[in-house]
């Protein structure tokens, strides 16, 4: 029976296909174009007449049909071979792209890493559009002086105990003869930073010499990092931890001391609380016109924190993890939100800054920041935060029963080494950045522009404003009485600016 070159074709490939030894070439002819297909059928189909033919015919086909088999075998090895070099060339330029990428990705983290903050660290003097600042330490000074003045009441002498030594003690019995400037026809609140309510004795002192003086004084209930939920008046509303957030409650707040006293409010916020208050007058002063008398931020991170801002950056090698370990400290650990060490951030800051200004030139501004000792001896400086109740019945031990005396009964002080740990961080950032730090905010960081700044030259770190020092120099200054200092040169500049307007005023008339 006769085929046609066609029907040959197609049954001596499928019969080749059948067989267990040619699995490889069915992959092949899908793959491949009609041309490598047709050498392939034309090579099975002599094979299948070579093997069914005698020696005769095997002779005749071989000097025949072999060269020209042997010719298109040898073409389609070379076309298949080509062909598998470059789809091998083009595997090796997509994992070398892949290899470039991840290399340049990470080149980019170690860059980013190493920069850190450096590149944001005092952004707000290097904007040109804000305006400049003035200089307010001279007067500062003279007014923390006045506030802080020393006398001496009495002398008294009394004899050593040991008998063998006849040398006798002098005890001088110093008192504060300050003079106290401060008004009594305003609201003094006195407003919190970050993680303020894992210490109880936050501006407590500050507190107390106020109304030892006779001053209204107040510490806002607000918790910068702890979200909460609380009603007021006829609304419920959930607090976070956020500029914003706080910045509305804090708001409401001076509303109801304005509304209960009939006087107007004095702020001053320390760390993050100045940073909320700033945000609370720039968001609505609208309504807090009439009602804010002026505001000091004492050690805020107004252009943003370089710690917080290191933590959380993204994109820099192990910036994950770091994130991971903070939100463990900060959620579940101190029970707080993210976002309070967010808006911190050099990134958040400037966001906020570029959609909410401040009030510039309608209100008094002071800004005040220090830069912390990195002196060995501050590594034995204890803070004490806090202080624990015991039973009545339990007594105190020696060491301990000096708190007695400042009214704390049969409570134990909670100290940390705050000092210590201030001097740690601001070592690393000047090590790192060159800039003077308390220990969290850098001292360019904490000037608003347009303020009156007080640039402090003692060495106190970002605790020691809020906290007392377990080993404090009684003959130098306080922070209650650095506080007051600071009220009452905002006092001074408000009355200056309004002395200042009532005169533009009388000359238009």
């Known amino acids: 029976m006769f085929f046609s070159i066609d029907e040959r074709f197609y049954q001596v490939l499928q019969t080749s296909i059948v067989d267990c030894n040619h699995k490889c070439v069915h992959d092949i002819y899908c793959s491949s174009d009609e041309e490598s297909v047709s050498s392939i059928a034309l090579a099975i189909t002599y094979w299948q007449e070579w093997k069914n033919s005698s020696l005769i015919r095997r002779v005749l086909l071989l000097s025949l049909f072999g060269p ?21 060339s083009k595997c090796l330029c997509v994992y070398a792209r892949k290899i470039c990428a991840e290399m340049q990705c990470f080149l980019f983290s170690v860059q980013r890493t190493l920069l850190g903050s450096s590149l944001d660290i005092g952004w707000l003097q290097r904007t040109n559009q804000l305006p400049i600042v003035e200089d307010g330490t ?54 919190p930073g970050l993680f303020s309510n894992h210490g109880s004795l936050y501006f407590v002192n500050t507190k107390r010499c106020f109304s030892k003086m006779g001053l209204t004084c107040h510490i806002a209930k607000i918790h910068s990092e702890v979200t909460i939920t609380g009603r007021t008046l006829a609304y419920i509303f959930k607090l976070y931890a956020s500029v914003e957030k706080n910045s509305w409650e ?68 192990a910036g994950q993890e770091a994130r991971r370990i903070m939100e463990f400290i900060i959620c579940k650990i101190i029970k707080g939100d993210m976002r309070s060490l967010e808006d911190l951030t050099y990134e958040k800051r400037k966001d906020f800054i570029s959609k909410h200004t401040l009030p510039l030139g309608q209100i008094p501004l002071i800004s005040f920041h220090t830069e912390a000792s990195i002196a060995p001896g ?27 005396s400042e009214n704390f009964g049969g409570k134990v002080p909670v100290i940390l080494p705050a000092s210590a740990a201030m001097a740690i961080t601001a070592l ?77 005023e009388n000359s238009m008339i």
């Open 68 to 88: 020209r088999v042997g010719t298109r075998l040898i073409s389609y090895c070379y076309r298949v071979g080509g062909r598998l070099i470059l789809e091998c």
């Open 138 to 191: 001279t007067r500062f000074m003279e007014l923390l002086h006045d506030v802080s003045r020393l006398s001496v009441s009495s002398i008294s002498m009394c004899w050593c105990l040991d008998e063998d030594d006849d040398d006798a003690i002098f005890h001088l019995h110093i008192f504060r003869n300050g003079v106290h400037c401060l008004p009594n026809n305003l609201v003094y609140l006195l407003i």
């Open 250 to 317: 804090l708001k409401q707040y001076i509303e109801e001391l304005c509304w209960g006293s009939g006087k107007r409010v004095m702020l001053l916020g320390h760390s993050k609380g100045g940073v909320d208050a700033a945000a609370a007058l720039s968001i609505y002063w609208s309504d807090l016109s009439d009602k804010v008398a002026g505001l000091a931020l004492v050690q805020s991170p107004y252009g943003g924190c370089p710690i917080a801002s290191d933590i959380l950056r993204e994109g820099q090698v």
């Open 378 to 404: 501050v590594l034995a400086t204890m803070s004490h935060i806090a202080h624990a109740e015991l039973p009545w019945l339990l007594p105190l031990p020696p060491f301990l029963r000096w708190f007695e």
């Open 428 to 504: 690393h950032m000047k090590l790192r950045y060159g800039e003077p730090s308390d220990g969290l905010v850098a001292r360019c960081d904490a000037e608003v522009p347009g303020s009156v700044v007080v640039r402090l030259e003692k060495k106190l770190d970002h605790s020691w404003m809020v906290y007392s020092s377990l080993n404090k120099d009684h003959l130098e200054p306080d922070a209650s009485e650095m506080c007051e200092a600071l009220l009452t040169m905002l006092v001074e500049i408000g009355t200056t600016k309004k002395m200042q307007g009532d005169q533009v």
